[in-house]
């Protein structure tokens, strides 16, 4: 199993409304992906200063699973059109379970 | 729930003896913290250029139990001797699950 983890930061001016449109578009992929085992999305409690924003977990069967998500044209919509306009920056890991 | 997610780049000098030990010792945590309910650990398998190196993803049953596994001392004998001395950037994110 391969567990995907990215985890954002926001541009300082991206406002509540458009951070969560984030949240509800990526909740609202897992139907539309195969071989997908656990999506879990949030926005960070406030309780380390210094933290990022957002952070995905998404655990899939195999490394194909994952890039089939990475590749979907519904997860490259929200990534171009939600995302990267408010984002700051991103880091990502992929690694086996 | 509190799911606790941390995603670290090495710096270029940082051996994979040296990230070998940071992932071995995190590893043997779990039975020191109370409310764990889950903790993965792993280095980036390479699938994405520009990807961060080592992420650790672990759930907690409350916030409580969360600060207690931050805060505690084999934690913190890790974070000092082990990860701040080979790392670039750490990221990292508490979202509620």
């Known amino acids: 199993m391969i567990r995907h983890v990215a985890v954002i930061t926001w541009l300082p001016e991206a406002t509540a409304e458009a951070r969560q449109q984030v949240r509800d578009e990526l909740a609202a ?11 879990t999305v949030g926005a960070d409690i406030g309780e380390n200063e210094g933290n990022a924003d957002l952070a995905i977990v998404a655990d899939f069967d195999d490394v194909d699973c994952y890039r089939a998500y990475r590749d979907h044209p519904a997860h ?4 171009k059109r939600l995302i990267r306009p408010i984002a700051a920056q991103r880091r990502a890991v992929q690694f086996e379970l």
């Open 29 to 39: 992929l897992p139907p539309l992906l195969a071989g997908l085992r656990g999506y």
């Open 76 to 79: 490259q919509d929200i990534v």
